[in-house]
């Protein structure tokens, strides 16, 4: 075995593992979409519209086209439905998934583009699926599955995965301790981005923020654990690396912080939380081994199947 | 035979030692540049030799994982990092995972990190785009306010869930120019009255937008406001600074 398998990846290699790891990003993907809801975009102007990334290069005529009801529920419907197949493990996989991603990205632009920034919550997923589509996740739990010896192709996304969702946590960081220096952690910066989230309309409309001027201590609190999110975040990539004890630690920061920046801020990232919680914890191996000893326990249905009389063979014997 | 534990803790540290190493030198040449009166937003240089020294780290992190290094663990780091260094070749893992994917995944690495570490706002990459997230010392506490009277007598936030789910705050940035040019005193009075009417303009948009999904609580009134907080001596409401710029009312028969 080599030391990719044995060192950078702790657990073993299962393709049900990945089949697990499978449904779950495309659930996750697929849920986003339906909240996202695109053709919601239809009715505003043409000219609010600011095109991103690959947008940019499509003529004004074509954007105009794109932009039509139809032509925005074509592209809701077809990415929500290719979502759903590669869920359930659709073939050719690889090819169905590099367009699934192309198809994401299209329909994020267009859903961003009336927007003054592009907000980043979906970026985590989009980064998930493109390593997903590098490897063979439909090869168990799927509706046709194969029967494969787990490989490192299996277990590689395990580690691949957090590790790129690890490096944009890590590029905030940096880029935070670069451009804010030191200062933004000793001044009142962190509670004026918590007082104006909190007054400011938001999807969730959380106001619990606005306590941090009541309590002194709380305050202080607030700014020790921005230091602690940055500390947890520069450390992100290191940590999907090396061995579980650090990862458990790095949860134990990095989750309560999610839920804390709903609470005070109007900001969840709920995407990077189910993400963390899929590859960092080790449940799709939890599953994938269920599933192994419920089969182990009940005889399926082949063997029983296999080890049954033939009709006729057993007539005969009766008579 | 190396000892796997003791190899691993070195390679721990080294890697730590590495990216601590990178974040003084980035900290280090963005205090030089502060001296130098080159500081401020965006300082293109130290950000450009930053990235460079992180993504040394990265590399340098993935190398001593993917590869068994054939050294005694009782070395010291130096040794680790030099050794590391001069046999810094992904071919073992390129040979598990095939070459095409281990080029995939590391030009995705990099840009994923250059450009959330180095471009801006003005030009508009997707998916691969800067995240500034509570970068900013000293940051503005103002933020839009649109506010709908409606024809139930109720007033309160226009609903932006209506028109973008996923995050109605970055598609009421998208007003933040028009409204700052419009209460800005030191703006031309031309300057403020064109703004004034684009938001005007957007506001019936807005309107029509929510009237024809929710017919039976049509807006009769709008408003857009830019907020203040002083968030210094914040005691509720009326710390607040509330800024009309524009108000647009509608005849409904």
């Known amino acids: 075995m080599s030391p990719l398998t044995t060192r950078v990846i702790d657990l073993p290699a299962s393709a049900a593992a990945l089949g697990v790891v499978r449904i779950g990003v495309y659930a996750t993907c697929l849920l986003m979409l339906l909240r996202s809801d695109l053709p919601m975009v239809a009715p505003l102007p043409f000219e609010w519209f600011a095109p991103w990334g690959p947008l940019l290069l499509v003529p004004d005529a074509a954007l105009r086209i794109m932009l039509t009801p139809a032509a925005l529920w074509i592209i809701h419907l077809s990415t929500c439905g290719l979502c759903a197949m590669l869920m359930l493990g659709a073939r050719p996989f690889k090819t169905l998934a590099w367009i699934l991603v192309l198809l994401v990205i299209v329909h994020e632009c267009l859903a961003k583009g009336c927007n003054g920034y592009a907000n980043h919550a979906q970026l985590g997923l989009v980064y998930a699926m493109m390593v997903l589509a590098l490897f063979p996740c439909a090869d168990a739990l799927s509706i046709r599955p194969r029967r494969v010896v787990p490989s490192v192709l299996h277990a590689a996304p395990m580690t691949l995965v957090p590790f790129v969702l690890g490096l944009t946590y890590m590029a905030i960081a940096l880029r935070r301790i670069t451009h804010g220096g030191a200062a933004i952690y000793l001044d009142e910066t962190i509670v004026t981005y918590v007082t104006a989230r909190s007054l400011e309309y938001s999807a969730f409309g959380f106001d619990i923020g606005l306590i941090v001027h009541e309590w002194l201590l709380l305050r202080a609190k607030m700014k020790f654990g921005f230091v602690m999110t940055t500390i947890a975040e520069l450390a992100a990539p290191f940590v999907i690396l090396f061995g579980w004890r650090l990862r458990l630690a790095w949860l134990a920061i990095i989750v309560p912080f999610h839920f804390l920046s709903l609470l005070t801020m109007n900001i969840f990232f709920w995407e990077n939380v189910i993400l963390v919680m899929l590859f960092c914890t080790g449940l799709p191996h939890w599953i994938a081994m269920r599933r192994l000893a419920d089969r182990l326990d009940e005889p399926s249905a082949e063997i029983a199947e296999s080890t049954r009389l033939p009709r006729a063979e057993a007539g005969h014997a009766a008579g | ?253």
């Open chain 2, 1 to 253: 035979m190396p000892n796997e534990r003791a190899l691993n803790r070195t390679a721990v540290l080294a890697a730590i030692g590495v990216a601590g190493a990178s974040v003084a030198a980035a900290m280090a040449i963005r205090v030089l540049a502060e001296l130098l009166g080159r500081g401020g937003g965006d300082v293109t240089l130290p950000q450009m030799l930053f990235e460079g020294a992180v993504i040394m780290a990265l590399m340098l992190t993935l190398s001593l994982r993917f590869r068994r290094l054939q050294i005694d663990a009782r070395t010291d780091t130096r040794s680790v990092a030099a050794t590391a260094l001069s046999k810094m070749d992904l071919r073992r893992a390129a040979e598990d995972l095939g070459v095409t994917r281990v080029a995939f995944i590391v030009a995705f690495t990099c840009l994923i990190l250059t450009f959330q570490l180095a471009s801006t706002t003005q030009v508009r990459p997707f998916p691969f785009t800067h995240w500034a997230m509570y970068t900013r010392p000293a940051p503005s506490s103002d933020f839009p306010q649109v506010l709908a009277e409606f024809e139930s007598g109720r007033i309160a936030h226009y609903p932006f869930l209506l028109i973008q789910r996923t995050s109605p705050r970055s598609f009421m940035a998208r007003f933040r120019p028009a409204l700052d040019a419009a209460v800005d005193p030191a703006r031309g009075d031309d300057e403020r009255a064109e703004a004034r009417a684009s938001l005007g303009e957007a506001m019936r948009v807005l309107a029509a937008i929510h009237d024809r999904r929710r017919p039976d609580d049509r807006i009769v009134a709008m408003e857009a406001a830019r907020m203040t907080v002083y968030t210094d001596e914040y005691s509720g409401p009326e710390s607040v600074r509330r800024e009309v710029a524009v108000r647009v009312e509608f005849v409904r028969r």
